[in-house]
């Protein structure tokens, strides 16, 4: 696929690396080194636009915390780090301990989806002092809510504003919305 990408998407003028990040995962990188994480700020300081799609929705915690805190390194004073997440209700899991803030839909590689507890995420992004500056709320159960963070003065912080719609998982009704398939 890098290759690929080095052949197709180069442009002219527009400085843009390909680069193979070389972490195990037993469902999308069985053939990667067996490490959790690898360093990324290496790629530099000043981002204005980190694009991390379908990337915390299969993490686990550690690595989470590890790839926000390596972003937050890398963004500029006015840079965004777009996201995706699955979100879900502690409330709805008593038997989470009180250091567990995820849970899992596969009991072969748990990264496969992982949702993080909404309460988890906003003490996390408050400890790294990210703001949430916009939010694009999942219309769908079970689908992906996208969230902007960003660091620094230009931005107003919409985390105390922000309240997880019924389509969230454990949010809304008492039971919980039927899932309908693919979009």
Known sequence: MIDWCRT?????GVDVVFD???????????????????????????????????IFTHLYQRQTEFYLRECLQMIGETG????TWFFLNRDWFPVLAPHQHTVFVNDCDPSQAVYYDWK??????????????????????????????????????????????STVLGFGPSAPPPYDGAE
């Open 8 to 12: 197709n998407l180069r442009m002219p």
């Open 20 to 54: 193979h990040h070389d972490v195990w995962s037993p469902t999308y990188a069985p053939q990667n080194t067996r490490r959790d994480t690898l360093a990324i700020n290496c790629y530099g300081s000043d981002f204005t636009l980190i694009n991390a799609h379908s």
């Open 80 to 83: 965004l780090l777009r996201t």
């Open 120 to 165: 988890y995420f906003l003490t996390l992004v408050a400890e790294l002092d990210l703001k949430i500056v916009g939010a694009n709320w999942t219309t769908k159960p079970g689908y992906q809510t996208e969230l902007f963070l960003a660091t620094g003065d230009d931005f107003e912080d919409l985390s105390s504003a922000l309240e997880p719609p």
